[in-house]
């Protein structure tokens, strides 16, 4: 039986990751989990227009992202409920730079990405921010060969409606595979 | 230690969502998994622009968002591997139709998300298509009270290297909470 519950986005679980930006000068990450797929190389991120990091990004023209593990779930929740312009958040974590030079990373994150900032779509809210891939960066413990292993990164997943955070599951099927008998 | 893997968009897992179409005036259904949340209450479709999908999203402009849940991975992955303009995809499931009235919803997937088209940013690659949330239908088993419980509606998570399917796991944390500790 199905039930109309309202206009509510229900595109849940997504991945949660920690956004860093230099603002001021000073890393800065913020915790966010309304992210996309936007092209074959390009990640997207919605954020509220009146956050302190989207300054950062829009002047350095780059960000990182960032997939932290359960082990995580503290500091990243707290990334969320704190803003860079009350406290020194960088302090959290050890950070590093890449190839863009400008993109903090965390170093206790298995998973950073640096992005180059392509374009900001003004959604109503948010500022949809259009990031390239630049380089990716990965624990060696959580690849196999140059593939990422994400049963090994232990990603956090998150869904509104109850606020909650969610472990990843068992791998259980193969993409454009299982599917193929049906095709008989 | 660090193993830089160059640009590779390693934003997963993320769910798995069958979006529907008309096209041509017949329901179809295309395996998505390049989503993402653009604004409160806006989903974001990353779309190779050769898709028969596509024609149909802009002609009606609307399409829904069904996510499946792990009962239909064989399908689910089905609607991924076999375009539109060559089987008759609407075949597999029962359809029905919302608010919208031009945008098939699966009665077989837990969640439903009846979408207004409201943007298409033009992506080297893809169509990025921006959709705002009309009306959500929910699996009346899925819910608690009017929210939905995403541990009840079992979705498939993808990661693209390894081509993996992934089951949702355990509930560990509460959101904008657990972090505060941190806060002291």
Known sequence: ???????????YP????????NVGGRPNYITIAHVG???LGTISLSMGKSHYTNAGIVENECFSVNLPGVDLVKETDYCGLVSGRKADKSKLFETFYGTLEKAPMIV???????????????????????????????????????????????????????????KLGERFADAWSVGKELMK
Chains 1, 2 share one sequence.
């Open 14 to 21: 997504m991945p949660v990751v920690l956004v860093g930006a």
């Open 37 to 39: 797929i936007a092209d």
């Open 108 to 166: 206790g994150c298995p998973v950073n990405m640096e992005c180059r900032l392509v374009g900001k779509v003004d959604m109503p809210s948010h500022d949809l921010f259009l990031g390239e891939v630049v380089e990716t960066h990965v624990d060696e413990s959580c690849t196999n060969g140059d593939k990422i292993d994400f049963s090994k990164v232990h990603p956090i997943l998150f869904a509104m409606y109850d606020k909650s955070y969610f």
């Open 1 to 11: 039986m199905k039930k109309m519950i309202g206009s509510k986005v229900a595109l």
